[in-house]
């Protein structure tokens, strides 16, 4: 099983970029992603589950997520970047599907990409 982002990039303040996140070696209930800026511990940004989408309230309204399932990929189109989006954006999956109160845990995720680094400056 594999999780491949690509993506990423460095971006002006206000600017746009759209992370991609194929799986191949099986399906997934759940895809989603984190990010982690140097220091930080690493947080939730989206995730999407067949019940439901879910943001953290730092992107909501900005960053979509989006998923083909045709494709077992998923996508996250990230508008009006800010300085503070800078960090490594990894995908994450889960096979199976889980309750939304835990679904912003990392630990509840079982695969992992390599990460895509996004970075938004002047």
């Given amino acids: 099983v594999q999780l491949q982002a690509s993506g990423g990039g460095l971006v002006q303040p206000g600017g746009s ?8 070696g099986r399906t ?5 992603w984190f990010r982690q800026a140097p220091g930080k511990e690493r947080e939730f940004v989206a995730t999407k589950r067949w019940a439901g989408t879910y943001y953290s309230d730092s992107v909501k ?4 997520i989006s998923r083909d399932n045709a494709k077992n990929t998923v996508y996250l189109q990230m508008n009006n970047l ?13 096979t199976a599907d889980i309750i939304a109160g835990v679904i912003r845990d990392p630990d509840r995720y079982d ?3 390599q990460g895509t680094q996004v970075t938004v400056s002047s």
């Fill in 82 to 94: 800010k300085p503070e989006d800078t960090a490594v954006y990894y995908c994450a999956a889960r």
């Fill in 28 to 32: 997934f209930s759940i895809m989603g």
């Fill in 61 to 64: 309204g900005r960053f979509t």
């Fill in 17 to 24: 970029l759209r992370l991609s996140c194929t799986a191949s």
């Fill in 111 to 113: 695969y992992w990409g």
